[in-house]
């Protein structure tokens, strides 16, 4: 996917926002859809305060003329009809006037609360007069944590709605001898074309273990094989051993529009390839491997 194209389908992910997709597309590949949200709001929180607060300014009043008026983005008009914001009494509308309005007085941007986290309208009410009572460094603060909120809950919306945002090839490798993943390991994927194997792709485990391989524009049919540089991971932790180096795994890519996972299992003295948490033959997934 293209700087661009990554833009166009995750640019609005924060609200008249796209600058933070942009700036948190140099760091891809994501391992997941939790690293590519925690690399958005590391753009966000390194921001300088009118950059936050211009940020902020960019969403729409908790009830407000726009949502009256049905003026807001989908994802916000989404959200906002949900507890019906957008179709309040005179009463409740002049209410909500009025606690936009105090609140923008007293801090320079909207109060940003995620809808996602309420199930009535009354206990967004209340929040928003309770926020009322901080300082305006709390509120910039409280803001970009709910906007944290408010955007993980769309950012799994739009890959769910997307094909293209589908890790193509990806692999979790746990370590057997220490607790957790196996961070910082070493791994190749090859292709064999032209009568022998081509790397494609060299990436390092990240703090879990997981790795993104290839996405789905670099997919092609054909056979792969995954090195993993055991050896030199294992000696670097402090296990080495005298069984295990270079781990190759092979498997076969039939339909390039799917997504394959390779779960991995790697000790001291033995490595195994499974599937659904049950060891299977090292020969390498299929599609169904998908976790």
């Given amino acids: 996917m293209t700087l661009r194209e990554f833009v166009d389908v995750f640019g609005g992910i924060f609200e008249h926002a796209p600058w933070v997709a942009e700036r948190a597309c140099l760091s891809r590949p994501f391992a997941s859809v939790y690293e590519m949200h925690r690399k958005m709001m590391d753009v966000v929180r390194r921001c300088d305060e009118s950059e936050k607060v211009g940020l902020l300014r960019g969403h729409p009043e908790l009830g407000g003329r726009e949502a009256r008026a049905g003026e807001m983005t989908p994802d916000s008009s989404s959200e906002q009809s949900r507890l019906g914001l ?33 199930v009535k309208r009354d206990t967004v009410v209340a929040e928003h007069r309770r926020r009322l009572l901080n300082d305006r460094q709390t509120e910039i603060e409280n803001c970009i944590e709910q906007v944290g909120q408010i955007t993980e809950r769309r950012l799994r919306e739009r890959v769910r709605e997307s094909q293209r945002t589908r890790r193509a090839i990806s692999t979790h490798v746990l370590d057997s001898g220490n607790a957790g993943g196996a961070q910082g390991m070493v791994i190749e994927l090859q292709r064999f074309e032209g009568g022998g194997y081509t790397t494609v792709a060299r990436v390092t485990t990240d703090e879990v273990g997981r790795a993104q391989l290839l996405d789905a524009e670099e997919m092609r049919p054909g056979r792969y094989q995954m090195i993993l540089q055991a050896g030199a991971y294992l000696a670097e932790h402090g296990t080495p051993s005298t069984f295990i180096d270079v781990i190759p795994v092979l498997f076969e890519v039939d339909d390039p529009y799917q997504n394959y996972h390779i779960p991995l299992i790697v000790g001291r003295y033995a490595f195994s390839v499974y599937k659904g948490g049950i060891p299977a033959l090292a020969s390498g997934p299929t599609r169904e491997d998908v976790r």
């Fill in 86 to 118: 957008d179709r309040l009494s005179e009463a409740e509308f002049s209410e909500m006037t009025e606690l936009n309005r105090l609140y923008d007085e007293k801090f320079g941007f909207p109060c940003m609360i995620c809808l996602r986290l309420h």
